[in-house]
């Protein structure tokens, strides 16, 4: 079967697109690599000994999408991970995340409305949760209105998938994530942020190899036991795994509704000051790190009650927060040499 993985060179992405190999699928990847590398490919081709078809595209241009689909008409199922992803730059630009996340949605969907047949795998994320009044936070958490940008695009993405499911032969999985890192344990691939990382745990990691000076806590005057925010830290490899066995149920017809929602997490949030001290465990290294003010967009505390895709999926995480840190310090030391 054949399966377009959109953003398939990035991050969460290039681990799917492993998962979907090793079990066997046929892979076509879709990346404008705004945010990557075309040296990933290599990556996924040592790990699997198999390289995927790749097409430069930028999904926002409407008649290269259509263009693309008359071509792959026999594509089984769609895994949508092309969007920009950074809180704080979507607050600072806010018309280019409703551009590039909303605008590819849709012109993809427009596509897989013409097909008789249509299963979709949409990346979404804890964000719409928004900052909920209880954890850990379940798939019954009131959506709340986003404080970013970025996390009112995949409340709307939602929402645009939900509305599209009801009146076409769209079927669909919405996987909210929570906080997604480490590596490939061969090394081969891994985080590969552009420019300045916006996610914690490649920062951490460059400012332990020595690219950055130190690293900024952003607040310690949260409600939390150490007062900075909290979050659920999950390995990328389990997170690739869900959307493998997600895809699966679509493609079994094992769906109980048209559009069915997921939290993928490990259950456990740890605090900032928690990941830094356990990077500083595996590395061995004392980390450079400094309190700075709270940044727009952050919120509290989020970390997920899994059971559902404990139960329904058959999926649990299987790394510790130790393993995930480890593989991003061992992924951090190969591209630096």
Known sequence: MKILVTGGLGFIGSHTVVELQNEGFEVVIVDNLSNTSLSVLDGIQNITGKIPAFEKLDLREKDKVQDFFKRHHDISGVIHFAASKAVGESVENP????????????????????????NFIFSSSCTVYGQAETMPITENAPVQQPISPYGNTK?????????TAKVTNVNAILLRYFNPIGAHPSTEIGELPIG???????FITQTGFGLRKELAVYGDDYP???GTAVRDYIHVVDLAKAHVIA???????????????FNLGTGTGSSVLEVIHTF?????????????????????????????ANTVLGWTSQSTLEEAMASAWKWEQKIRK
């Open 155 to 163: 409340k709307i993405g939602e929402e645009i998938i939900t509305d």
């Open 247 to 261: 895809l699966q149920r679509l493609l079994n017809k094992k769906n109980t509704a048209k559009v069915e929602t």
């Open 196 to 202: 300045v990382p916006q996610n914690l745990v490649p």
């Open 280 to 308: 500083e465990r595996v590395s061995g290294k004392k980390l450079p790190y400094k309190i700075v003010g709270r940044r727009e967009g952050d919120i509290t505390s989020a970390y997920a009650n899994t059971d559902k």
């Open 224 to 226: 939390t036991p150490d």
């Open 95 to 118: 018309l280019l995340y409703y551009e590039n996340n909303i605008n590819a949605l849709v012109y993809i969907l427009q596509e897989l409305q013409q097909k008789t047949e249509a």
